[in-house]
């Protein structure tokens, strides 16, 4: 398994686009706005949800609404976060799947991230009909915003586990 | 000049810089709260240009993206300056780096006006068509401050 996915890192990183991209210094900084870009949506409409479920903020809306509401560019920013994430990855993919920053973040952040949202924005309606926010919603509202801010540090943390 | 030499070698500063752990966190935070600061600004502008949560008045969109706005403001503008200081002398002289801070204090204002306008606007029947225009240019200018921030370690191998 482990070498057919060597195999893959390698052959994407040898893709013509690849080469275009990682051969050019102009075009890098677009991919890295397209990634920030959409982490900015991303990050941004789950963190207003999260910060809600917490009791923070001008508590003028149920966070069901706030949910929904946002749950389209929710999404729209995680397609373009992941989009852009995988451009640079393809430009150093084998150096990219040995580093244990990134297998960190990719491999086990998250996934796990993930799961918690998804289970966030399927339970926030239930949630907001309980006459208080439950202790189960705050937690979870606090380990997502946590969860986020690990991802972030182990993104920062890939430089210092290069070539080990 | 002497207030940049001056500001890298104050405790504070060269604490940060010599602790692996402690200007991680610092880079991390700016981005983190730059992500937070543009998405909440998105948001609000997608929402004038009919773009987002069209179910929802764009006054009530805009008054719950305040708080993260403003929060992740103040988090990115304080991150900032510590990673500016860390090399204050270095960035002081870099152009790039002076076109960022243009663009980012650009992208400040028509956002605060498209934040402060938008509780006005939603009570309207229709969104007036100055008021998309506003909310146009504050969008291209805040992702033009993500471009200008990727093109200074790109462009000057700084920071």
């Excluded at chain 1, 397609?79 to 920053?101: K, Q």
């Amino acid at each position: 398994m482990n070498r057919l996915l060597l195999q893959f890192c390698e052959w994407l990183q040898h893709t013509q686009w690849a080469m275009d991209l990682s051969g050019s210094t102009w075009a890098y900084p677009y991919v890295q706005l397209t990634h920030f870009a959409g982490l900015s949506l991303w990050l941004g409409t789950s963190v207003a949800v999260d910060l809600r479920l917490l009791g923070a903020g001008r508590k003028r809306q149920a966070f069901a609404e706030i949910s929904e509401g946002l749950l389209v560019w929710n999404w729209i920013g995680f397609a373009i976060a992941f989009a852009g994430g995988f451009m640079l990855f393809a430009t150093a993919a084998p150096e990219f799947i040995v580093n244990s920053a990134f297998r960190l973040k990719v491999g086990v952040l998250l996934p796990l991230a993930l799961v918690l949202h998804i289970a966030i924005q399927y339970k926030a309606r239930a949630w907001d009909q309980a006459a208080h926010t439950p202790l189960a919603a705050r937690i979870a509202g606090l380990a997502e915003i946590l969860f986020w801010l690990a991802i972030a540090a182990a993104a920062a943390s890939i430089t210092y586990f290069e070539h080990l | 000049m002497r207030f940049c030499e001056w500001l890298e070698h104050t405790a504070l500063i060269t604490a940060i810089t010599n602790s692996l752990v402690m200007s991680t966190i610092v880079e991390v935070l700016h981005y983190f709260s730059l992500f937070l600061l543009v998405g909440s600004i998105l948001i609000v502008d997608l929402r004038l240009l009919g773009l987002a949560a069209r179910r929802r008045n764009a006054a009530e969109v805009a008054d719950e993206m305040f708080s993260l706005m403003w929060a992740g403001l103040v988090l990115n503008f304080a991150t900032g300056f510590l990673l500016f200081a860390g090399d204050a002398t270095t960035f002081y002289g870099n152009r790039v780096f002076h076109v960022k801070l243009a663009v980012i204090l650009l992208a400040v204002i028509f956002g605060g006006i498209v934040q402060w306008g938008a509780g006005r606007w939603g009570r309207l029947p229709a969104i007036p068509i100055g008021a998309k225009l506003l909310a146009f240019v504050s969008l291209a200018l805040w992702i033009a401050s993500i471009l200008a921030a990727v093109e200074v370690p790109s462009l000057t191998s700084v920071g």
